[in-house]
């Protein structure tokens, strides 16, 4: 992944997310976040994601990967129908420590445009 501009975010799939299952039907983890409210965390490697299961800690959830941009385009579009307002790229679970977040309709369009 690289950060060309502030406020965009490039990508390369797959991406990873966590949820209760790694095969689909399986729900989504969506973070209750006190300041940006209800987030899903968007992690560049499996490593991340499996780092923030463990020190959260998420009993009984797993990594999920997503490989292709219609997969990861309908996920975002389902959870922002559903109230979900940010995304958390390669979130810490340590509270002291600052994430990245977009709005999720910001994410969509970068979906969208990309």
């Not at 949820?19 to 899903?40: I, N």
Request: charged residues 25%; negative net charge; contains cysteine.
């Amino acid at each position: 992944m690289s950060n060309d501009e502030f406020g965009k975010f490039f990508y390369e799939l797959p991406v990873w997310t966590i949820a209760d299952s790694a095969t689909p039907p399986c729900k989504v983890f969506v973070l209750a976040h006190e300041r940006q409210g209800p987030t899903l965390l968007i992690f560049t490697d499996e490593d991340a994601a499996m780092l923030y299961i463990e020190r959260a800690p998420l009993a009984g959830k797993v990594t999920l990967k997503i490989e292709d941009k219609p997969k990861l385009r309908d996920l975002v579009a389902t959870l922002a129908s559903q109230g979900v307002r940010h995304v958390g790229i390669d979130t810490p679970a340590e509270p002291s420590k600052f994430g990245r977040f977009m709005r999720i309709n910001d994410f969509l369009a970068e979906l969208n445009a990309s």
